[in-house]
């Protein structure tokens, strides 16, 4: 099946440093999708990916979609406390019908004040 | 994005008993999907909530463990059945507008004794 391989599974950090993660797949996705989890919450979508190379950003947060279509990566400039959360890379399964979405295992961001 | 609530944010089950939880949308989406996240681990697509016709299950999922209504553009109800301490997990249903970007309720909670 398709399967997101998400590293690290954990990070601990100081406030103020950047962070980065990243998402690869033997498969090609044509979608990347990264989303942050609060303790309690559902996923709240961060950043959406539509095309190869594109690099986009959302305040403090820039993803990037892999020119080969199989990775992806997620920066986070200057953390702070809010910061922490479990951050999730996904993608479309399958590769057709849209909103079926195949999760990475997720990465545990902690930071220190 | 559309606002999604669900019903229970949480609740603590008997093994053998049922427990269904509904999603809200505000406005009419032409998909639904639930998902499973089990303690400590990723999100896992259940099923795809199709308006006037049954569910679309995932490998490993069946409709007599996991029966899904949706009986309109806005409305999906998931019953997780006969509970065994396995199904204790978060369920979270999402709508998705276009494309692939998907949003997210803030899930349920079940605990199963």
């Known amino acids: 099946g398709q399967q997101l391989n998400q590293s690290p599974q954990s990070m601990f950090i100081q406030e103020g440093e950047d962070v980065s993660m990243n998402c690869t797949s033997s498969?090609?996705?044509?979608?990347w999708l990264w989303y942050k989890q609060d303790p309690g919450e559902g996923p709240v979508l961060l950043i959406a990916?539509?095309?190869?190379?594109e690099l986009t950003s959302n305040g403090r947060l820039t993803a990037q979609f892999g020119i080969t279509r199989k990775d992806s990566f997620l920066n986070i400039s200057a953390s702070i406390p809010s910061d922490v959360g479990i951050y999730f890379c996904a993608g479309p399964l399958g590769g057709t019908s849209y909103g079926k979405l195949t999760f990475g295992q997720g990465t545990i961001l902690t930071v220190h004040p | 994005s559309a606002v999604i609530s669900q019903k229970p944010s949480r609740d603590i089950c008997q093994r053998g008993t049922s427990l269904t939880i509904q999603c809200q949308v505000d406005?009419?989406?032409?998909?639904m999907f639930w998902y499973r996240q089990q303690p400590g681990q990723s999100l896992t697509l259940i099923a795809t909530a199709n308006q006037g016709s049954e569910a679309t299950y995932e490998s490993g999922f069946v409709i007599d463990k996991f029966p899904i209504s949706r009986p309109n553009l806005t409305f999906s109800t998931l019953t997780v059945s006969n509970l065994s301490p396995e199904d204790s997990s978060i369920y979270l249903c999402?709508?998705?507008?276009?494309?692939?970007?998907?949003?997210f309720g803030p899930g349920t909670r079940l605990t199963v004794l």
């Open positions: 990916l539509y095309k190869a190379g």
């Open positions: 999402s709508e998705g507008l276009a494309t692939d970007t998907q949003y």
């Open positions: 406005s009419q989406v032409t998909m």
């Open positions: 498969s090609i996705f044509n979608t």
